[in-house]
C-alpha cells in the first residue's frame, strides 16, 4: 500500500515533534514516523541551559543563542519548565575564575533585557535585575544561620536552604544563584503526543521504524521520496531527518556524505532522604573529561535527585564520542555502548555508576553520601554535526533539494529548525505562500491534568519512578 503525504518526518525526538507541530499549526498535511511507542523517547533532558551557564567554556554567542532559543521553547511548553533556580559554583581546585562567569552573567542580563523589550512575554525568567545574584563567604555565613523555608520564594531562601548542605568552604566565593530552570522531557513529550493525537495534519505512526528512503526526483513525479517501513511505502515530497544520533542512517541510505560526532551519556536517578526545604539545581564546575569534571545535582519530587557527573565513571564513557568516517555517515560506539543504548545495563553497572555519582555529590554536600540507588540511568546518544566536541548550539542544514536534516545539540534548538524548515519548504514551493496559521492552537489546548496524567505514565512505562515526570515547582 501506498500512501502520500506532502512532508514526511522522521524521528518524533524533540526536533521531529516540534516541526510536525508547527507544520500542522500551518495547515501543512505531515506523516511522522517514530520508532518507540511513544515520542520524545530518545535521549533525556532536565536542563533549559537559559543561558548556558552550565558550560563555562562555550563562547558568549552560544550563551546568547541559548537563552534566546530556550526561552522560546519555554513559552511553547511552560508545563514542562521547572522553575527552580540553580547554584553554581567553582571548587578552589578549579582553574574557572568567578569573575569570568559574572562578566558572562552581565552580557545575559543585558541581552535578556532587549528579548523583553521585543516582546514582553519573553520574561519567563523573571525580572531581568534578579536574573542572578552573587553570594560572598560573610553572605554565606548569615544565611547558612537562617531559617529553611519549605517552598522558597526569593533567591536568599533558595540559597539559604542550599547553603546549609554545602561545604562552601571548598568552593571560590562568590557563589551564584542564577535563573536557570530545570525541563522535564516526560512533560514535554506528553504535551507534544497528546497536541499531535489532536492534529488533523500530523499522521503520527510511533511503533514505525523507517527502514529506507527511495530518491525518485529524477523521475519527475508528482512526489520526491518514498519512506518504506515494515508494511508500508510513503510517498512524500519534503523529507525532513530529525533522527537525533541515528541521522547518519538516512544520510547513508540517501548517499550523502557528512561529517559527525555521536556522544553516549548517562544521568543517574538517586533517592536521598527528606529533607525539610526545596533546594536549588546544584551546580560544582569543574574540567570535562577529567576525574574532577563537573557534578550536578538536579532536584526532583518525593527526594529524588538526578546526578551528572563529567568524568568518565559517571556520565562520560571511555570511547563515548565517535567520528562518521569518509564513506559512512553513521558512527558507531563499540559493542558495550550500544548494548546500554539498547537499554542493556546491567544491576552491577548502574549500581557501580550511581553510587560513583553519589559519592562524587558528596564530596560537595556531605550529608547526600546517604542517598541510594532511586531507579535505572537516564541515558542516550547525541549528535554533534561537525568534528568539535564543545559545540553546544546545532542547527538545521539542507544537503539537497527538497531534504533538511536537523542537527540540534540541545533541545532548545528545536523551534529555531523548525522555523527554518518551515521557510524552506515554502521556498522550494512545496507548499503555497502565504502561510496561514490555523485558528486552533495545538499545544495550548493540551490541559495539565492531561499533561500530568501521560507524562506519569511516560515515566512508569519506561521503568522510572513517577516522581520523575512532575515538577518541584508546581504550576
Ligand atoms: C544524558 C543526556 C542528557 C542530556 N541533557 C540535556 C539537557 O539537560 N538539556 C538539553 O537541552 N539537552 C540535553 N541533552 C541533549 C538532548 O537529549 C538532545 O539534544 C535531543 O534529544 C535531540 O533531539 P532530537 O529530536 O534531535 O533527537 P532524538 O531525541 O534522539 O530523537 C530522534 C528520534 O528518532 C527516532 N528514530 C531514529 N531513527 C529512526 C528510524 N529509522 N525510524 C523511526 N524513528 C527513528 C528515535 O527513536 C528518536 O526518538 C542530553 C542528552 C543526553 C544523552
Known sequence: ??????IGIIGGGVSGVVIALKL???GIDTILFE?????????????????????????DEQCRILLKQSIEMARLFPQSIDERPTFISIPKTEKYAVSQIENRLDMLVDYYKTLIAEDPENEILGAPEHYYKLYNKADL????EQPTTAVPNTADEWMCNAIKLIDYNLLKTPVILVQEYGWNFF??????QLALNSSKECNLKTNTFVTDIKDVRPKKLDHNWEIHTKDNIYKVKYLVNSSGFKTGEIDNSLHLKSERLIEFKAAYVSKWQPISGLI???????ERGTPHGMAQLTPYRDDYYQIHGMTNDITLFNDGIVQSK????????????????????????IETRTNNAIAFVGKFVPSFKSATVGGPPLYGAQQIFGDDPNLRVGEVRFPSKFYARSEIIKASSALTVANQIIEKIVEEGIVEKPLKELPTALLKSISKTDID?????FAVDRGYPEALSKLVIDK
Not at 512533560?187 to 507534544?192: D, H, K, S, T, V
Request: a negative charge; charged letters at 20%; proline letters at 6%.
Open 1 to 6: 500500500m501506498t500512501i502520500n503525504h506532502d
Open 24 to 26: 500542522s499549526e500551518y
Open 35 to 59: 520508532k518507540e511507542e511513544s515520542v520524545v523517547n530518545g535521549p533525556p533532558f532536565c536542563h533549559l541551559h537559559a543561558g548556558g551557564n552550565l558550560y563555562p567554556d562555550i563562547s
Open 141 to 144: 555565613q548569615i544565611l547558612a
Open 187 to 192: 512533560r514535554l513529550g506528553a504535551q507534544a
Open 280 to 286: 536549588p539545581e546544584l551546580i560544582f564546575h569543574g
Open 326 to 349: 569518509t564513506n559512512d555517515a553513521q558512527p558507531e560506539f563499540r559493542s558495550e555502548i550500544e548494548q546500554k543504548l539498547s537499554r542493556a545495563w546491567t544491576q552491577k553497572d
Open 453 to 457: 496524567a501521560l507524562a506519569g505514565k
